[in-house]
């Protein structure tokens, strides 16, 4: 026969109050570390896509100089030139060796206007063009 205090134990041990906290507790850890790996891979993901757009935006900014002085040195020479005017115009003359697929024009106005135009095309991307315009006088 049973008494009134004593528990009958079938299958499982009862479990403390410190027991259940402890079991409560077990992974935790791991969980923590888990999220920390997943912000700071995030983090990692970002700086690498920045520094891509940064590599992209120097690159371009680099044509984009060299654009200009390619302009501004033909004005120049065009100035200096020796002999008629109409002599400095050129249609699509080949500078791929100073930009990527490059070309440079210059045309002339009856009002004396030079203008010159540089155009690149990176690989996989829209045409790029830089202009420049002077007016020309006592040559």
Known sequence: MIKQNQIMRIGRPILKASNLKANAQQGMALLES???????????????????????????????????????????LVWVGSGDLADSAEVDTDISDLLPNGTRTVSISP?????????WQLPGEDEHTYSANARVEGI
């Open 111 to 119: 009002e004396r206007v030079v203008t010159v135009t540089v155009s």
């Open 34 to 76: 888990m999220i920390a790996i997943v912000i700071f891979s995030m983090g990692i993901l970002a700086l690498a896509g920045l520094q891509s757009v940064l590599v992209k935006s120097t690159s371009d900014a680099k044509y984009r100089a060299e654009a200009t002085f390619i302009a501004q040195q033909r004005l120049g």
